[in-house]
């Protein structure tokens, strides 16, 4: 008899999404001249920008030519890359790191999954509530159930306190999926001085930083002094520069961070995570790097940012229309999501509901997120122009 890993049956179901495409499929066959809306997708809609289309055409070429070929890369990722990163990510912003700080990867999702891997199971993991529910399925999948949730709350302005037990594993988002929040440096100082005190370690999914306009937030959790001893940060080309579907991605692991071994000798994670990586990964693709390279120019910058600014003009649209008739909206100025606060009482459900049989769109109830999101709901501001437009003044019609 062949046993199953046990611990993918105390996964929660993952309803949210297909409970959401199930009711929108019902609603399209029961009103097929209607066109539903969605601004419930957490992904991108504009194409590749022109810089990193011609990357990949060029490096397609180099492959196919015997003097130009490349075959396994190099599992921490090109030198050409890690080059850039260093200098257009970090040193511009005053954080110093070396090139085997720098791991490549092709995706967040699979780095935060990896890197779980690393820490003992008995771990405590403080997760916040509403959370990113890759974070919580990768520890429960790994057999780790020890999970704190910090809640983030109007009251707290979606910003969880510090815990008050010790907890040893800290994820944080900031800007923060979904809720839109970010961290000021200050509160950052806080968690960090935290971990210090806790020995414990904080994993910084900051994908979503490009969308940080006010110039005194913080874009790495580098930029605090003494966060190298204590935590690991993730970035993502997915939301930067339009890659769902290509996969790249960097995770900075410091030679500084302290974690011990039980015999409590200092462990070294960068050398045990380029092991991981080395055994369990295989590089991304020439192409792909190729292609993440080209963003760092100066033009791949321009055109990139135009993306986001076109995705920035949703989100203010959004905002403003609906503060504009009473609705209270959190998030939507650094970041791309909107947090609405669902008006008269309603359920984060029932208010689907609402949305999507009377003005025929699609949104995500925040309790999808956690207990606290309940109440809330998720706006996405990833969708084009004219249907961002059009579905909010659907949704204004509707409560005016
Ligand atoms: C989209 C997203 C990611 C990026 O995932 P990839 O695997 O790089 O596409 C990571 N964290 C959060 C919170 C996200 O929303």
Redesign the pocket.
Known sequence: MVNVNENYYNLKNDYLFSKITDKKNEYERNNPNKKVISLGV?DVSLPLVPVVIEAMHKAVDELSKKETFRGYGIVQGYEFLIDKILEVEYKKRGVNLDKDEIFIAA??????AGIAELFSKNNIVALTDPV?P?YRDTNIMLGRNNIVYLNATEENNFIPSIPKEHVDIIYL?SPN?PTGTVFTKGQLEEWVKYAKENNSIIFY?S??EIFIEDANLPHSIYEIDGAKDVAIE?R????LAG??GV?C?FVVVPKELKVYRKNGEIANINSLWRRRQSTKFGAASYITQRAAEAVYTELGQRQIRENIKYYKENAKYMKEKLESVGFTVYGGVNSPYLWLKIPSGMKSWEFFDKLLNEAAVVGTPGVGFGNCGEGFFRLTAFSSKEDTQEAITRIINLFN
């Open positions: 957490g995706g967040t999702k699979g780095d935060l990113y890759a988002c999926n999914d994908v979503y993730f993502s080309y997915s939301k890659f769902t996969r991605s």
